[in-house]
């Protein structure tokens, strides 16, 4: 296990701060890293690196939404002496071609991959804690999810998963040098077969509906995000539409020991907790 302190960029995103717990739990110092940390950075801010990067041994970095500033954030990391990078990035992104969606993601991979340190790279298919925490919960406690996505199936893992893979990995020096973990759930289901298990098990009607890309786009913009950032949503479902990345891997298996935890276990655990109770 490594003894340095570990930084956790996005210590207050879904997967830092679960991160930052398992840590914690275990007696490694952490650096919890956000635009409101003691120790505050912000990836438009390179003149707080410095200071969040002192002392470091690995970092554990979730990319900006632009392209660009990890290959910045890699040379203050390798001159301040850090010596191991965690990137969590996403499932596949090698194979989605000339899709526009994700180049903040592919150019954090090339900044991280590029580098002299030793790095692993962590690709994550979509989590299943989108449906209660991210983007989809709005629409789901409204009683209707409207996406364009149909018939390809998403093989959606559990971020809890996501987090003990990085902990592993963050406190693993060495074992999983070089490597790119596809990180997926263990079978793959529909949106609509999604939002029929979380109906179910919230005990009320929730309905899915497939629209256009086009007017997924324009129901972001009126939701209040920015025409860039709403188009670049709404193109990850033209690049899932392709088939990409359907299909689910053994990764997390191997990099845990155990199976990932079901789609099902995650709908029950919501449900019990309230999320798309009225």
């Given amino acids: 296990m490594s003894n340095g302190t570990t930084l956790v960029l996005g210590a207050s995103g879904k997967t830092g701060r679960r991160i930052v717990a398992r840590l914690g739990l275990r007696g490694v110092p952490v650096r919890a890293a956000s635009r409101s940390s003691p120790t505050p950075f912000d990836w438009s801010d390179p003149g707080g690196w410095d200071a969040v990067l002192r002392g470091v ?13 990890v290959h910045g954030f890699v040379a203050r990391a390798e001159a301040a002496g850090v010596r191991r990078l965690v990137l969590l990035s996403g499932r596949g992104a090698d194979t989605w071609g000339d899709s526009a969606f994700g180049l903040d993601m592919r150019s954090a991979e090339d900044a991280v991959r590029r580098s002299a340190l030793e790095w692993t790279v962590l690709r994550a298919s979509n989590f ?7 983007l989809f919960h709005a629409p789901l406690l409204a009683g209707e999810l409207a996406l364009p996505a149909g018939a390809v199936p998403e093989p959606f893992v ?6 003990d893979a990085a902990t592993a990995v963050l406190t693993q020096p060495g ?13 793959a289901l529909t949106f609509d077969e999604a939002v029929a298990l ?10 899915y509906r497939r629209i256009s890309p086009d007017e997924y786009a324009r129901t972001l913009v009126d939701q209040g995000f920015g025409e860039d950032e709403a188009h670049h949503i709404a193109e990850m479902f033209v690049m899932m539409e392709r088939g990409l ?5 053994d990764d997390l298996a191997t990099v845990l020991g155990r199976a990932p935890r079901t789609f099902e276990e995650y709908v029950v655990r919501a ?3 309230g999320a798309w109770r009225r």
């Fill in 245 to 249: 990345i359907a299909a689910t891997t």
């Fill in 158 to 163: 559990d971020v809890e998963d996501v987090a």
């Fill in 198 to 207: 979380i109906s179910r098990a919230a005990g009320r009607p929730i309905a």
């Fill in 128 to 134: 299943a804690q989108n449906f209660d925490e991210g």
């Fill in 57 to 69: 041994d690995v970092a554990y970095v979730v990319a900006p939404d632009v392209p660009g500033p």
């Fill in 271 to 273: 449900a019990a907790a």
């Fill in 175 to 187: 074992r999983h040098a070089g490597r790119v973990h596809e990180l997926s759930g263990p079978r």
